[in-house]
């Protein structure tokens, strides 16, 4: 079946700039999960939704980051203000109950 | 918080031979570990995972061990392929609030495993 997506799978944007990520998670997946990896690095938690809302904000680095799941099913991931500290590869899971599952993620960078 | 710590940070092997990837972990409330294969440019994919009541799992020519007592678990490669060359990650997660299975999951840092044909 359809796997998670993420969407677009690369951004360049300029410092100072609004970026917005989307994430399609797993049909029926009711946890969604963004983490971010810096290049050489594991995953590092930002957030998740258990439905419509965010169950755990406790890893959003500042509040120029900020995430939505209206419906309880799309995501997208705001970023406000980008500076270059922010360049990394963003990552959407999603989670049925306990197993979270990976899209391929978005390689931002912020120039 | 939690914290995982992760060893080696490199690991290179023969075809065939077995490959072990050792993480340890702080917080005794942990009780899910999953692992993951990571290859370049793609996401992580769940390989195997173990919940806390299990001191071992295994599953075709892969294997992970828990050590609850000692805070560790490791995970075993048996009869390598070149196939197998990725970066692998442990991580480890709480049981949420009100017994649920949800949250965040803590990664470590990683081990890129090479394997030689």
Same mark, same amino acid.
């Given at each position: 079946g359809a796997g998670v997506s993420q969407t677009p799978s690369n951004k360049v944007t300029e410092k100072g700039k609004y970026v917005e990520l989307?994430?399609?998670?797993?049909?029926?997946?009711?946890?969604l999960y963004w983490y971010r990896q810096s290049l050489g690095q594991g995953p590092e938690f930002l957030i !998740?939704?258990?439905? #419509?809302?965010?169950?755990?904000?406790s890893g959003l680095p500042n509040d120029r980051f900020f995430a939505v799941r209206p419906e309880g099913s799309v995501s997208t991931l705001k970023i406000q203000r980008t500076e270059r500290g922010d360049s990394a590869v963003y990552l959407c899971?999603?989670?049925?109950?306990?197993?979270? !599952?990976?899209?391929?993620? #978005?390689?931002?960078?912020?120039? | 918080g939690e914290n995982v710590e992760q060893h080696p940070s490199t690991l290179s092997v023969q075809e065939g031979d077995s490959a072990v990837i050792?993480?340890?972990?702080?917080?005794?409330?942990?009780?899910?570990? +999953?692992?993951?294969?990571q290859e370049l440019g793609k996401g992580p994919q769940l390989i195997i995972d173990i919940r806390s009541n299990v001191g071992e799992k295994k599953d075709q020519r892969i294997a992970v061990t828990l050590n609850k007592t000692a805070k560790h678990f @490791?995970?075993?490669?048996?009869?390598?392929? +070149?196939?197998?060359?990725?970066?692998y990650f442990c991580a480890a997660r709480a049981e949420g609030a009100g017994?649920? @299975?949800?949250?965040?999951?803590?990664?470590?840092?990683?081990?890129i495993l090479t394997v030689h044909p």
């Open positions: 989307r994430c399609d998670p797993i049909s029926g997946h009711t946890a !998740y939704f258990q439905g #419509t809302g965010a169950a755990d904000d899971a999603s989670s049925p109950r306990q197993e979270q !599952y990976f899209g391929p993620g #978005t390689r931002l960078t912020v120039t | 050792k993480c340890t972990y702080s917080d005794s409330a942990s009780n899910y570990f +999953p692992w993951y294969k @490791s995970l075993h490669i048996t009869e390598t392929q +070149p196939e197998d060359s990725a970066v017994g649920t @299975s949800y949250g965040k999951l803590t990664f470590g840092q990683g081990t």
